[in-house]
């Protein structure tokens, strides 16, 4: 059976995919606390309402445009302060704390949408990260949609996105897997594309909408040539594949100029944003397109 594949969960938003702000740390204290501990800590301090969602947006590389955004987790703990998912990603590895955190993301996510919604602005796709062991349970989409619908959002403003492993991989590669969530509108993106266990041979089996593009790709652009020869290859690529790309880590203005020779490109990084509390203080925000509201017929 399809739902029956068996993955691992610990790669769900590695560490190297988040990246310090102002006031916020990773905690030695907290990251070598027992197993266990830690993960009853994280599922109390989860229902004590200590976790937030940040939101950094997504936008074209060739206006600036805002396209959508992407939902990151905070730990605002009492004692420490706010704490990136480094200081407790390990207890993803609990199935228990994968669900409760996931499925936290998601309803907040709907809340906030629905917020934004009810208030009178234009609409845009919110990415959450979800574990390959989630996804591939046959209630997930079912869950999804309800919470969504609670909320007065249509599914389709929620993408589901995956990251680079290779139990992402073998998911994405099987046939079918993604049909239900595809029936509520919802898009699939894989992240981090490029390093670990993706390869070109795989792009033609990925049963995915949206690539995200690791930021070790961008990193030497636009000064090391063989770097850019590299870069360009791939999103010449995608282009022609029909995906969705985004590019992740463009920090420089060096950087998004060179991107911009492709006007379809999507881009995420410090340049354009650093992760906000608040859909309101994601920069362009309220000049998003409202054609996102069709993504769901």
């Known amino acids: 059976m399809k739902h029956d594949v068996i993955m691992r969960s610990m790669n769900w938003a590695p560490a190297n995919r988040w990246r310090r702000t102002p006031r916020e740390r990773t905690d030695v204290t907290m990251m070598t606390q027992p197993g266990d501990h ?35 987790i ?27 955190m996931t499925h936290f993301v998601i309803d907040s996510t709907c809340s906030q949408l629905g917020s934004w919604q009810r208030e009178g602005h234009s609409m845009f796709p919110i990415a959450v990260n979800v574990p ?30 995956l990251s680079e492993a ?68 791939i999103l010449n690529l995608l282009e022609k594949l029909a995906m969705t790309v985004v590019v992740e880590g463009v920090e420089t203005a060096a950087q998004a100029q060179w991107l911009a020779r492709w006007p379809n490109v999507l881009a995420q990084g410090f340049y354009y944003a650093r992760p906000m509390f608040g859909l309101s203080n994601i920069p362009e925000c309220k000049r998003a397109p409202v054609k996102h509201l069709q993504l769901v017929g």
């Open 38 to 72: 830690l993960c009853q800590r994280v599922r109390k301090g989860l229902r004590a309402g200590e976790f937030q969602l940040a939101f950094q947006g997504v936008y074209h590389a060739g206006t600036g445009a805002l396209s959508s955004a992407e939902a990151l």
């Open 74 to 100: 905070r730990w605002m703990h009492p004692k420490n302060g706010m704490l990136l998912p480094s200081a407790f990603i390990g207890t993803i590895a609990d199935p228990a704390v994968a669900s409760e």
């Open 132 to 161: 390959p062991s989630l996804v591939a349970k046959a209630s997930f989409a079912q869950r999804l949609e309800h919470c969504a619908r609670s909320h007065g959002v249509v599914p389709g403003l929620l993408q589901v996105e």
């Open 166 to 233: 290779e139990d992402a991989t073998k998911i994405l590669a099987s046939k079918g897997l993604m049909d239900e969530l595809r029936e509520i509108g919802v898009r699939i993106a894989i992240d981090d594309f490029g390093t670990g266990y993706s390869s070109l041979a795989m792009l033609s089996a990925l049963d995915v909408d949206v690539v995200k593009l690791a930021k070790e790709l961008l990193v030497p652009v636009p000064d090391n040539p063989r770097a850019c020869e590299v870069a360009s290859a």
